[in-house]
């Protein structure tokens, strides 16, 4: 089953596209991360799924629901842990929790158990009583998480959770939420944190200026960057050596360091090696350095004109 469908969506604030015709599928079960620089539509297609905007065209459904016609059917799915605190100030936060449930139709007395249940999941149990204002920024955090939990959504949808959260706390939810994605939560993810969506999400879309770029595997992904040798010679050389080899690119030399760019670390290595012991060389050490996410990310998000056509076209 398909948890998201967006069909062409457009999303006109004033002179701003947010939305530039996007269009996505995320199955049910996933954890799909939504990657871009700031401004690129991440939120404002959030908004758009959970019924706080509206699309100026294009249509977009959760669960088969359309998010406009179907809106309630579409929302009681959702959990939506949002980027901004838009939370009720003045009531104890078990309260607030407790509303929330309320609101998507659950007993009350249900509502008071499933909100003691999702502060403990959290760990902030023990300031239920507490208002949202008095709580830290990373309980705030773990607050909203909570709020999203409380109705037992199947698709949850977390924009930047971990903002301002210590490299501890952060740890934690990322396991909390794996956690409820093994159990069959889906989950949608918008994050800064590239090394975030790489350790969690099976599949990422970036986005720029309101548009899909390309949604693929963070494997797949870095596979597409470039590979670095780091060779280690024996005696330095007096020039760089050259290599007139498939899938190998400049090599840069530093005293006895040599570092030799390659398509791909692991298939291109021994061609190197072998190059270079035949020009008289001895290598004496070898590093495969692989080409992170956040480069090719930096690369496909670049907005100057000389970015390569090839990723952003
Ligand atoms: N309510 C609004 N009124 C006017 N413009 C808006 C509104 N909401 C968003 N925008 C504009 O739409 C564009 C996309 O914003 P959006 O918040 O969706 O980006 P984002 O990808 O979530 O960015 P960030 O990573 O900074 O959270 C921006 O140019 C923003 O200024
Ligand atoms: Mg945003």
């Known amino acids: 089953m398909t948890a998201i469908r967006a069909d062409d969506l457009v999303k006109e604030y004033g002179d701003v596209r947010a939305l530039d ?3 996505l599928e995320i199955d049910e079960g996933e954890f799909f991360g939504l990657l871009g620089p700031n401004g ?6 959030i908004n758009i799924l959970v019924g706080l905007a509206r699309s100026t065209t294009g249509s977009a459904e959760v669960f088969g629901h359309d998010v406009e016609d179907d809106y309630q059917q579409a929302r009681d799915r959702i959990g939506l842990a949002p980027q901004e605190f838009n939370v ?14 309320g609101y998507h139709g659950i007993e009350s007395e249900e509502a008071e158990r499933r909100a003691a249940e999702a502060l403990k999941t959290v760990g902030i149990y023990d300031k239920r009583d507490t208002r949202f204002d008095w709580l830290s920024g990373g309980m705030k955090r773990r607050f909203l998480l909570a709020r999203a939990l409380v109705t037992d959504p199947d698709l949850l949808i977390l924009d930047e959770p971990t903002a301002g959260v210590d490299v501890e706390l952060r740890r934690e939810l990322w396991e909390l939420v794996q956690r409820l994605n093994d159990d069959g939560t889906t989950v949608l993810l918008t994050t800064h944190y590239i090394e975030e969506a790489e350790q969690l999400c099976d599949t990422v879309a970036i986005m720029d200026t309101g548009r899909k770029i390309e949604v693929a595997s963070p494997d797949d992904l870095r596979g597409r960057g470039e590979d670095t040798l780091l060779v280690t010679l024996a005696d330095a050389p007096a020039r760089p050596p050259t290599f007139d080899l498939d899938g190998v690119g400049r090599a840069t030399l530093d005293g006895t360091e040599l570092s ?3 398509d ?6 021994a061609a190197v090696i072998r190059t270079l012991d035949r020009s008289g060389h001895e290598v004496v050490n070898l ?4 080409a992170s996410l956040e480069e090719v990310f930096v690369g496909m ?6 970015a390569s056509g090839e990723v952003t076209g």
């Open 21 to 23: 015709g996007l269009s």
């Open 301 to 306: 998000t670049r907005t100057d004109t000389d």
């Open 88 to 101: 009720d100030r003045f009531f104890p936060i078990h309260e607030v929790l407790e509303h929330k449930a």
């Open 260 to 262: 030799v760019t390659v």
């Open 264 to 269: 791909d670390a692991g298939s291109r290595a």
């Open 40 to 45: 690129a539509g991440k939120t404002t297609f």
């Open 287 to 290: 590093e495969l350095r692989r």
